[in-house]
């Protein structure tokens, strides 16, 4: 049966792609659940490096299928040119496996995105701009084109005009613009249906027989729980639901289906776009991180806010998302320091003081990390294969860690290759059962 579900714990960016990675081995499929190209996964084999931003982590395994669950919003440019990508570099797609009933970022949702960021000006959520916000939107309206929708031009041409005329008001500034054209669309579109057909498929389906066989699916989140549309920081969010709860409904499996819940954090935190962020580093300790841990985005280049380890999101996150496990990424980046912090609480307006994440917008806004100084340590950590290889400060950091959010800390990430991980306690016994 084992179904495993791998979350980003903080504001997404957690190294969560190398963690499936590292599992997808092992399954039989790996299924995406919500999100969009929003996301964007680095996984480094050898010399070469990939980037995705739709296709699963498990693609370089030529056993493993690949599924992007109904939960993902899909824009078919990016998703084909992927493709073709993958390909041209001599990767084996035949197990990509597409939700029917996933819904499709159109033209007009990423013009309807940078719009809504322009007119809120100053007061910007800083979204990605590839119309992830708009998609969803029209998805709950009922307004939304799905894949299936691709194949029949008739209802794909229908669906598209009912989608646009609500929002003719809002698009006027853009009536010149050749993508908005209902022809041109339509047939742009009806082209990507060809190119995808071959792939498309009741992908729940998939992910049932392959449980109900008794093998291994991974389902793998995009962004981090605080990015959650419910339990994130609102607005500042993304419009989907990137906590484990999640992965049920946008991979259509039950409750049940799900054995473990894999939290993935860095050792510090990052966070692009706007929004409260109680541990940033507006300094040069923050800037020393950045450039250490290469922190600029995948998909958009911009560069990463950064601060220390804030326990009290981290907890909460594990808290939301029932976490079994948790993957603790990118520790080598921390070396150098004399003494390591990690906020265990916030001290809001007034001096009042919170441990745990506040659900109040206004004072997450004024809330600053209160910190726990930890010992540092010098070594690099980038050789370290065995829990007994860190340094002991570094172990006593990611004992504190485990102690103060009370879930075991299973995986350890020390660099970027794949084989810079340390499986600390036990050997992640699921997947090695599986
Ligand atoms: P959207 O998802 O493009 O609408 O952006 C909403 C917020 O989520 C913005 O703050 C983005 O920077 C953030 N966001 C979206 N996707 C990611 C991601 O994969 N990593 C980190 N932040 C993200």
Not at 236 to 260: H, L
Not at 303 to 317: E, F, K, N
Not at 331 to 346: A, H, I, N, Q, W
Request: glycine share 12%.
């Amino acid at each position: 049966m084992p179904g495993i579900v791998i979350v980003g714990a903080q504001w997404g960016d957690e190294g969560k792609g190398k963690v499936v990675d590292l599992m997808a081995e092992r399954a039989d499929a790996v299924v995406r659940f919500q999100g969009g190209n929003n996301a964007g996964h680095t996984i480094v084999r050898g010399d070469e490096t990939f980037k995705f931003h739709l296709i699963p982590s498990g693609i370089l395994y030529p056993a493993t299928r690949c599924v992007i669950g109904n939960g993902v919003v899909i824009d078919p440019k990016v998703l084909t040119d992927e493709i073709d990508h993958l390909r041209d570099r001599g990767v084996d797609v035949s197990g990509l496996r597409v939700s029917a009933n996933a819904h499709l970022i159109m033209p007009y949702h990423l013009l309807l995105d940078t719009a809504g960021e322009t007119r809120l000006g100053k007061a910007e959520i800083g979204t990605t701009r590839r119309g992830i916000g708009p998609a969803y939107a029209d998805k709950a309206a009922r307004l939304g084109i799905r894949v299936q929708d691709l194949l029949d031009e008739k209802i794909l041409k229908k669906k598209i005009t009912a989608a646009l005329y609500p929002k003719a008001l809002s698009l006027r500034p853009y009536e010149r613009d050749p993508s908005l054209d209902l022809q041109s669309m339509t047939e742009e579109y009806l082209t990507y249906g060809h190119r995808l057909e071959q792939y498309i498929a009741d992908t729940s389906r998939l992910a049932w027989d392959s449980l109900d066989a008794g093998r291994l699916v991974i389902f793998e989140g995009a962004q981090g729980a605080l990015l959650d549309i419910d339990h994130g920081t609102y607005p500042f969010v993304t419009s989907s639901n990137p906590v484990a709860g999640a992965a049920c409904v946008g991979a259509g499996v039950g409750p049940r289906d799900i054995d473990e819940a894999w939290g993935v954090a860095k050792a510090y935190v990052t966070r692009v776009g706007a929004g409260p962020f109680p541990t940033e580093l507006d300094d040069d300790t923050g800037e020393m991180i950045r450039t250490r841990g290469g922190e600029f985005g995948t998909t958009t280049g911009r560069a990463r806010r950064t601060g220390w380890l804030d326990l009290v999101a981290l907890r909460y996150a594990a808290r939301i998302n029932g976490l079994t496990h948790v993957a603790i990424t990118k520790l080598d980046v921390l070396s150098g320091f004399e003494r390591v912090k990690v906020c265990t609480r916030y001290r809001g307006a007034e001096g009042a003081q919170f441990e745990d994440f506040p659900y109040h917008q206004t004072v997450l806004h004024q809330s600053v990390g209160e910190y726990v100084e930890l010992e540092g340590w010098e070594e690099d950590l980038g050789t370290c294969r065995s829990e007994a290889d860190l340094p002991r400060a570094a172990r006593a950091y990611l004992d504190f860690v485990a102690d103060w959010i009370d879930v075991p800390i299973a995986l350890v990430g020390v660099g970027p290759g794949r084989d810079q991980i340390i499986w600390l306690g036990r050997d992640a016994p699921t997947v090695a059962a599986a």
